[in-house]
């Protein structure tokens, strides 16, 4: 003998909620009542994590591009120190920044400066690993975060994306966009062990992004004075 009732979230059925016998029972109407009551408590419940999850999602993403923002990287660079101070586990933080993104705009306009975002967030998520960490820094900056790496295979990494990028169609309405990107990278070993903090990686990978631009952009620098394209 079974009975059961439905659990709705978002007024869809997601479950339902009941008892069995391995006898042939009849169930009373006050049973029937106190199932739909704990039926409706569960479904109360699952909307409320629902929410709790998408406003958790809202404060830690970025809704343009769907990427995590610089709320949810810096914990991230925390857990990596860590791994690295214990064992030392590599890994690097690269800072990219789209080139003569003003321009893009000022030219075209916001919605293909938009366009331009959400593509280049797509090449980073295809070439990045599932175990990296892509962050919307703002406006036009970006970090990947690369976990368990030397600095031949993060500047690797990075390498391949500014390839990728050139080598990409960008396309806006019908019209062809030309898109470099520029990137200074920073391993943990360039950053004595008492200094090694994410405010620390974060300056230092800006500082080279700097000079990646200052000295012709669509290039990487991942050591003063050195730069790769």
Known sequence: ??????????????????MDMETVRRWREDQTDLLIVVAALISGALDRDRLEQE????????P??????????????????GA??????????????????????????????????REFTA????MSRSSDVIVRYGGEEFVVLFA???RGSALGAVERLLSRVRQHGFDFQGQP????VSAGLVHASDVISAKLS???????????????KRTGRNRVVNAPGSSSR
């Open 55 to 62: 406003l958790v999602n809202q404060s830690i993403r970025d």
């Open 148 to 150: 368990a790496a030397s």
């Open 84 to 117: 690295w101070a214990r064992e030392r586990v590599g890994f690097a933080l690269a800072m990219f920044d789209i080139d003569h993104f003003k321009h893009l705009n000022d030219t075209w306009g916001h919605l293909a400066g938009d366009y331009v975002l």
């Open 198 to 212: 994410a405010e620390m990686l974060i300056e230092i990978a800006d500082q080279r992004l700097y000079h990646a």
């Open 64 to 81: 343009l591009t769907g990427l995590h923002n610089r709320r949810y990287l810096f914990p991230r660079i925390d857990e990596m120190i």
């Open 177 to 180: 966009l030309s898109i470099t």
């Open 123 to 126: 090449l980073m998520v295809e």
């Open 1 to 18: 003998s079974l009975f059961n009732v439905p659990v709705r979230s978002k007024g869809l059925v997601s479950g339902f909620f009941g």
